[in-house]
């Protein structure tokens, strides 16, 4: 009897980890700082949505020839191993982007409800702090 409830607690131990540890869930944009200055955060704020292999999220594109960017969205299949988030792109607002692989560090907090994202765009680094909300 000992053993069996020190197999179901370490069980139960383990899936309580890797939970902790997953991106899996619905994440909102916190914060945004490029090359060092804090940038407004605009509504309806940033969504991610990570499952087990499939990434879905809003951003603003300032690049469709609008005086304010527009709300657009992506998605696509991601990998996440020792800090390296790689997102590759299946579909996007910006066609261009589809098939392209993008890479950046992230860190997710110890309690598993935040991560910060950080983004070398070479001459300037892009930082954002992501909060799951599911």
Same mark, same amino acid.
């Given at each position: 009897m000992?053993w069996s409830l020190i197999?179901?607690l370490? $069980?139960?131990? %383990? !899936?309580? +980890?890797?939970?902790?540890g997953? $991106?899996?869930?619905v994440w909102?944009?916190?914060?945004?700082v490029?090359?060092? $200055?804090?940038q407004s955060?605009?509504? &309806?704020?940033?969504?991610k949505?990570f499952t087990?292999e =499939?990434f !879905?999220?809003t951003?603003?594109? &300032?690049?469709?020839? /609008? @005086?304010?960017p +527009? +709300?657009?969205?992506?998605h696509?299949?991601?990998?996440?191993?020792?800090?390296?988030?790689?997102?590759?792109? @299946?579909n %996007?607002?910006?066609? /261009? +982007?589809?098939?392209?692989?993008f890479? @950046?560090?992230i860190?997710?907090?110890d309690?598993g409800?935040? !991560?910060?994202q950080?983004v070398?765009?070479?001459?300037?680094?892009?930082?954002? =702090?992501w909060v =799951?909300?599911?």
């Amino acid at each position: 009897m000992q053993w069996s409830l020190i197999f179901f607690l370490s $069980i139960v131990s %383990h !899936f309580a +980890l890797a939970e902790t540890g997953s $991106i899996v869930g619905v994440w909102q944009i916190q914060s945004t700082v490029y090359d060092g $200055i804090e940038q407004s955060i605009r509504t &309806p704020k940033q969504i991610k949505v990570f499952t087990e292999e =499939r990434f !879905f999220y809003t951003y603003y594109d &300032p690049n469709l020839g /609008t @005086v304010e960017p +527009l +709300l657009s969205a992506g998605h696509g299949t991601y990998t996440l191993s020792n800090g390296t988030l790689s997102e590759t792109i @299946v579909n %996007h607002s910006n066609a /261009t +982007l589809i098939g392209e692989t993008f890479s @950046v560090t992230i860190e997710l907090s110890d309690d598993g409800n935040a !991560f910060q994202q950080v983004v070398d765009l070479g001459k300037y680094v892009l930082e954002e =702090r992501w909060v =799951r909300v599911e």
